[in-house]
């Protein structure tokens, strides 16, 4: 058989001096796969095709490939080694172009490529991930036995303290119906009754001053008409003056006479509205649609409070016990509804009921320990109010639960977050090692949560810490009384609820943690590179 045509070609002198620089490894000069080939002589091409020839590609184009099943058809650009991956450099390593075959040798057919399996030794591949399931039916099934009980005790504990059928509890002291006005016009000068007129200037000096309002009626039984009042001016009198928006008690009497009509307070609304809006804005821009769930949750948590803890309580019902109930609700409303019905929500929610059992078992022992009644001012007026008695003690320690509940949900959501995390970073860890990690984030997280639950009750207990500090007893009497005493308990048992969550919470989401396999951990959709 003749030589092959040595001249100059598509390929040209490269495909020539790869074919026998670079000789097949596989394969022998007669096709015998381990037979070495003798280099053919070569052939020097002339000049000015050597001069012309890219020297990039007289390094990396060795000729016609053979190309993988997957990608048959497909040429790939000149130079490009590093995209040729897999069965596409084993073939290259196997086949370096058209072969010289000695005379009277059949030739041997190419040999098919085997169809990639996906686990060949040295190619790239990927792994797509779904988002992960909320838990694995093992954790699960856990998670129902657990919170299956809490969830129906806190719906029969409502359904059973909500006072069915009864009247809406109304007041037994005239409050009067509020009524819109604006002020037009305020004077100063000696306290007059209606219809009196003072004569010549001299007035009593240790007489107080009183204030006449100018007021139009913007709604209400004599919407639109003009009346003046007067008001005594007393230190704890607010300062009214023109242009303000104010509201009066109307008695239900004569609507012409200013006697049916007392001035008791501002309109606030608009100012309300806007930062409560201002609220919204800021929750909706950082959180998006996880801050929309949240507003709907706080919406739903106001309800529960409307519609079942208040008037349970004033039906007569145990506080202590609906504010359990209510806090119940509130917990599985707000945590599930703003962090979605996954596993470590659930974890939460069980750090939590166990917290705020703790804080009521503590609030009850040491109030009664105490001997607290419950009865300061605002209980004493809402007991005047009603006409009935009320368990003050009880509203207490409700008061006590409800408040420490916001927090509460901070800590326990944090500390199951931390585990979850952790488990996801190492799937190796057991729930003794999840635990102490877990549990040395929460210490940091324990001592701001205590400090805001501390500065949140003296902040609303200052003026009765104002009163008390000029009241010239010692601190040891001061502390003792009944309006210190009990912020003391309320913050106190509070705050070593907060401090037993971080524990409780950290050893439930590790025993739960542990338990979900290493699928269940990972929530990415990307593709996972493996190794070679």
Known sequence: MDRPDTDDDATGPIRRITDEVSPSPARGASGTPGTPRKPARRTPPPDGARRAADPARRRTDTGPQRVPANGAGTPRANGDRRADTGPQRAARRGDTGPQRVPAGTKPRPAKKPEPET????????????????????????????????????????????????????????????????????????PCLAQGQVQVGDQTDPNAKPCLTVDLTMTDGPASGKQLK?????????????????????????????????????????????????LFAVAVLVLGRWQGLAALVALGLSFLVIALFILPAILAGENPLVVAIAGSGAIMFIALYLTHGLTARTSAAVLGTLVSLA???VLSAIFSAAASLTGLDDSTSTLIGSLGHGIDARGLLLAGVVIGALGVLDDVTVTQTSAVWELRRAN???????????????????????????????????????????????????????EEIAQEIIRTLAGSVGIVAAVPVTT????????????????????????HA
Not at 460 to 477: C, D, E, N, Q
């Open 229 to 277: 009042l007067t008001v005594p001016i007393e230190p704890s009198t607010p300062r009214f003056a023109a242009g303000d928006a104010v509201v009066l008690a109307y008695n239900g009497g004569n609507a012409s006479d200013p006697a049916s009509f007392q001035l008791v307070d501002f309109q606030r609304g608009t100012p309300l509205l806007v930062l409560a809006a």
């Open 507 to 530: 050893i439930l989401a590790a025993l739960i943690a542990s338990r979900e396999p290493a699928a269940y951990l990972s929530s990415t959709t990307k593709s996972v590179p493996s």
């Open 427 to 481: 799937p190796d860890l057991t729930w003794q090692e999840l635990y102490r990690s877990g549990l040395r984030i929460g210490r940091d997280h324990v001592g701001s949560a205590v400090n805001t639950l501390v500065m949140a009750y003296a902040g609303a207990a200052l003026p009765v810490l104002l009163y008390s500090s000029i009241s010239g007893v010692g601190l040891g009497a001061l502390l003792g009384s």
């Open 118 to 189: 996906g686990h060949g030794h040295g190619h790239g591949h990927g792994h797509g991930h779904g988002p992960a399931a909320p838990a694995s039916k093992r954790v699960k099934l856990l998670l129902i036995w657990l919170l299956a009980p809490l969830a129906l005790a806190t719906v029969v504990g409502m359904v059973v303290l909500y006072p069915w059928g009864k009247p809406d509890p109304t007041s037994v002291v005239p409050q009067g119906t509020p009524v819109a006005a604006d002020i037009s016009a305020t004077t100063t000068g």
């Open 358 to 360: 703790l804080i009521g």
